[in-house]
């Protein structure tokens, strides 16, 4: 049986978390600590919606940032290569860009089949993405801003090598 925003909410009311339920969408948000939006405010906002008739369900941050449309090749590439190390670091948030209008925006998808999520599940994806938004911040607005991508392990590991090589 699949679920319903009713229920979601249901549980996000048992956990505390304030929210509202319109339009076939749950609306809600949290303050963050190094994220801010395109008016400076230190917070997200998070939309919850069921999709696939009520099996999956989907947190999104939609809008988080903006990549602007006359961004160069090189800001391009950089926020790309960001965008793919986080997806690679993360096991359960994934970033997203849409080159038509450059909103970049960030989801986690549960899937529920024929199971109903609990407080738990609903209020551990809820909280997440808040918290992986501040972890991304920086590396974010390096790439779009400098144009200086966020570095993989690989790379970070190299660097330190050399430094130490040049200490020695």
Known sequence: MPSTLSEISTLLDSA??????????????????????????????????????????????????RLPKDASPETQAAVLRTINQLNWESKILQAEMDFEDGEIRFSADFPIEDGKPTEQQVTRLVRLIPSLIDLAHLPLRDAMEKAIPMPTEAEISRRFDAFLRARA
């Open 16 to 65: 505390g978390i304030r929210h509202r339920l319109k339009d076939d969408v749950i609306r809600t948000g949290f303050s963050t600590d190094l994220y801010t939006d395109e008016d400076g405010d230190h917070g997200v906002n998070i939309l919850l919606r069921l999709d696939e008739d009520g099996e999956l369900l989907r947190v999104q941050a939609p809008m988080a940032y």
